[in-house]
């Protein structure tokens, strides 16, 4: 049985939720900022894919960043199709000693580019493929770029509101003070591969080999720049 939605009114919530000034964070690491809002907002917390509140009858994902943190947006953590090695087996064969002293594989790859570690992103629209190749390997797992898109447009139910927070430290505690949010809807496909081709999304691989010797993912996932987001949707809408 679906799941019924919470019906938020996001602009009266997140202007009460900004005049509180700065908020300490219910958590101490990085999702600190999505896991307060969330909580002030009374959303639960949701990691299997779905919507988290509706907003005039929309289907909307919630994403918070810290505002000078820069970072890129999760678009979709689904895991590529590994062949013919498992993930464990190249992070092996092809990734590199960490500051940890690990096997691992943390690295940036971007369409038909090789990074320093002789990895790219290849897009075989014949073969329906989203390809990750090094540069010797050749091909070591890959997306089904049709299911890829479903996956990202079920997620973000193609809508988007991103909200993004000052932070401040007080000794071992953060503080978050909400400031800005736009809600971005109708995801573009079109769009979505054109950004792909020129380097605006991107898959992020954070892989490293455990002492059992299995693969831990800490989020390995496609990742777009936050100045590109108005450009993968056709409605940008000011919410605070």
Request: net charge positive; glycine share 6%.
């Amino acid at each position: 049985m679906e799941e019924i939605l919470p019906e938020i009114n996001i602009k009266e919530k997140l202007k009460v939720i900004k005049d509180k000034g700065f908020i300490k964070s219910l958590r101490k690491d990085n999702t600190g900022v999505g896991y307060t809002l969330e909580t002030f907002l009374g959303i639960k917390e949701n990691n299997i894919g779905e919507p988290d509140f509706t907003y005039n009858g929309l289907k909307v994902e919630l994403k918070a960043q810290r505002k000078k943190a820069g970072s890129r947006v999760t678009l979709s953590t689904k895991s590529p199709i590994w062949d013919p090695l498992r993930d464990r087996d190249i992070i092996n064969k092809l990734g590199y000693i960490d500051k940890k002293g690990r096997k691992a594989l943390k690295i940036t790859l971007k369409i038909d580019r090789f990074n320093p570690k002789e990895f790219k992103l290849n897009l075989d629209e014949k073969e329906d493929k989203l390809e990750i190749v090094h540069k010797s390997f050749g091909i070591v797992c890959y997306f089904k770029f049709s299911e890829l898109i479903d996956t990202i447009k079920t997620k973000l139910y193609e809508n988007l509101l991103l909200v993004l927070a000052d932070k401040k430290k007080e000794g071992e505690e953060e503080y978050f003070h909400y400031i800005e949010a736009n809600l971005f809807s109708h995801f573009d496909e079109t769009n979505f591969k054109e950004l792909l081709i020129d380097g605006k999304i991107v898959w992020e691989f954070r892989m490293h080999l455990k002492e059992s010797g299995f693969a831990r993912d800490h989020g390995s996932g496609l990742r777009i720049g936050r100045k590109y987001l108005s450009n993968l949707f056709k409605k940008e809408e000011k919410i605070l």
